[in-house]
């Protein structure tokens, strides 16, 4: 009990630096409720992100909690993850290099009684983070040029706290609860060279605290000697989740110094997550190959957005309108070849992973859709061999991100992934003979 709330005050002390962090460079993170975190852990990343099938007996697979049951009773597990990443960014001929780099999830495990496993622990949810500008000729207006500037930062993190039940012969459910909080903060300012016109800047921001669900199936059945599948489901129920969204609309001229606000939105306003559905297969080969397969649907057609309009003479109104997201699909292939999970013998301990996804945008840019993303990914899980413990993991990753659309900013992001998993026996009894 004592290295359990050792643990609690770690993960606390950590969580701030994840909640800190922003996990992206991108400009289509200035839509919807941002860019959607992969929520995976170090040694799905190296597959890619599929999970759903999956149940490991010494990683915590949050994405589908029924698998917490499979957690080795003796084991208390930590894992935390970072990355790092630089993303290429083109349009109409103009390219651009951007980095960052962050610590992204915390999570743990344990075996609290027979056939039921609990986790908990700190995962992103969505990521916004952009600053770029835009410059032209107003018109045929002569020697007047316009400046658009676009900022933004923040996103939504979740604290969960989640069991997994064996209650059948393999035959799995399972549940997180999180608390879901977060901010976003967006700006676009209009700025021109002719001192005499106004600059007008737009503040989008909100700010939520809520809660979010997530259940989960896994049922588990053998097929010949040394072959078993895995069939995985798992559910999200949507909901509003607040934020006040509101806009301060701020008219500025620099000759007399005199600003204008007016803000819409506000209490009135609402923000939403949808349903979000998953199913998932895993084929396991003689503890050896693990080959899985996933797909998930998040309704977000359903769901109204805020949208701010103008009739052109000076009447803004900030309205939630239908049509505005799309409902996201997307399906993940990867898997993993270990020759000897209990072998003497370092290089066939090591774990090989490959990964590749396809995704449809959640949401529209100027009405139209935004871009599909194609990625794909291959890593190790190296194990830590020494005196003292031969459980843990270094779960290491290559990522590369693809997204794109006709007329839109082009990305190709490559991300290294490093997941690091303490697996202790923390609950080892000794015996004296």
Same mark, same amino acid.
């Given at each position: 009990m004592k290295k359990l709330i050792l643990a609690v005050i770690l993960l606390t002390a950590i969580s701030p630096s994840v909640m800190a962090q922003?996990?992206?460079n991108s400009p289509y993170s200035a839509y919807g409720l941002g860019e959607l975190a992969e929520q995976t852990t170090g040694f799905n990343r190296g597959m890619n992100g599929v999970a759903l099938g999956f149940?490991?007996?010494?990683q915590v697979?949050?994405?589908?909690?029924?698998?917490?049951s499979a957690i080795d009773s003796l084991s208390f597990i930590f894992d935390m993850g970072f990355s790092g990443q630089v993303t290429h960014f083109k349009e109409a001929g103009k390219t651009l290099n951007a980095k960052n780099a962050d610590l992204e999830y915390v999570v743990a495990g344990f075996r609290a009684f027979r056939h039921l496993g609990v986790s908990f622990g700190v995962v992103?949810?969505?990521?916004?983070?952009?600053?770029?500008a835009l410059s032209g000729n107003v018109g045929n207006v002569a020697n007047t040029t316009y400046t658009n500037t676009y900022n933004g930062s923040g996103g939504m993190h979740q604290f969960f706290l989640g069991m997994g039940w064996e209650f059948l012969k393999g035959l799995s459910i399972g549940a997180n609860a999180s608390y879901l909080w977060g901010t976003y903060d967006r700006s676009i300012s209009n700025a021109y060279s002719d001192p005499y016109v106004n600059t007008l800047t737009r503040d989008y921001t909100a700010d939520i605290t809520n809660y979010k669900l997530d259940f989960g199936l896994q049922y588990t059945r053998k097929l010949l000697k040394k072959d078993e599948l895995t069939i995985g489901l798992t559910y999200s129920p949507g909901h509003h989740i607040g934020g006040g969204p509101e806009v301060i609309v701020t008219s500025t001229n620099s000759q007399t110094s005199v600003a204008n606000a007016d803000t819409v939105g506000g209490k009135s306003l609402y923000l939403s997550i949808p349903d979000m559905f998953g199913a998932g297969l895993m084929w396991n080969h003689?503890?050896?190959?693990? *080959?899985?397969?996933?797909?998930?649907? !998040?309704?977000?057609?359903?769901?109204?957005y805020p949208v701010l309009d103008d009739d052109n003479q000076g009447q803004l109104s900030y309205t939630l309108q239908d049509g505005v997201l799309k409902d996201r699909q997307k399906l993940t292939v990867g898997g993993e070849y270990c020759h000897g999970e209990y072998d003497r013998r370092f290089l066939n301990r090591l774990r090989y992973r490959a990964g590749f996804s396809y995704a449809t945008p959640y949401y529209t840019v100027n009405g139209a859709?935004?871009?599909k993303e194609y990625s794909a990914s291959f890593g190790f899980g190296i194990p830590i061999m020494n005196a003292l413990?031969?459980?843990?993991?270094?779960? *290491?990753?290559?990522?590369?991100?693809? !997204?794109?659309a006709p007329g839109m900013i082009y990305e190709n992001t490559f991300r290294i992934n490093i997941g690091i998993t303490f697996n202790e026996s923390w609950f080892h009894k000794f015996k004296v003979q």
């Open positions: 922003g996990g992206t149940h490991e007996h010494n697979n949050y994405l589908n909690p029924a698998s917490y992103p949810f969505t990521n916004i983070g952009y600053n770029y003689n503890n050896q190959w693990k *080959i899985g397969l996933d797909y998930t649907l !998040q309704k977000w057609s359903k769901l109204r859709n935004g871009p413990n031969n459980r843990s993991f270094v779960n *290491i990753s290559a990522q590369w991100v693809h !997204q794109s």
